[in-house]
């Protein structure tokens, strides 16, 4: 097999078959490099401790109810825009309008009083 004689396919899928190679002896490497850390006894850094991981979700969601909910009583009739909300909570301006579309018209007492303005009335 001589290099002036493979078409252009043969000699890309010739290229593809090198990168593969040359990535698997890489990773091989690293195998052997591990294997050899924890031979000598040396710190790996999978040993590092695992984060706790908890439900995040919810806890944000609450966060956002109580802040809104709590600023909107000291706003008065006049209410907060979202813009303004957001900012004083530090939260996404598109996260606290989607709430008051969804989860803000099942709470009585908060009224849409202008154009992205919202107040809590009691």
């Known amino acids: ?10 000699l890309h899928r010739l290229i593809e078959l090198v990168k593969e190679k040359e990535a698997l002896q890489n990773k091989l490497a690293q195998v052997q ?34 802040g809104l909910l709590k600023a909107l009583q000291a706003a008065g009739k006049e209410g907060l825009s979202v813009k303004e909300l957001a900012a004083s909570l530090k939260a996404k301006p598109a996260s606290v309008s989607v709430w008051f579309y969804t989860t803000g018209k ?3 007492g908060i009224k849409k009083v202008g ?7 009691e």
């Open 106 to 108: 099942k709470i009585k």
């Open 115 to 121: 154009k992205a303005q919202f107040a809590y009335i």
């Open 1 to 10: 097999m001589s290099l002036s004689s493979l078409t252009s396919a043969q």
């Open 33 to 66: 490099q591990s294997l050899a850390d924890l031979e000598s006894g040396e710190v790996t850094k999978d040993e590092s401790p695992a984060k706790p991981r908890g439900p995040r979700r919810g806890r944000r969601r609450a966060a956002l109810k109580d």
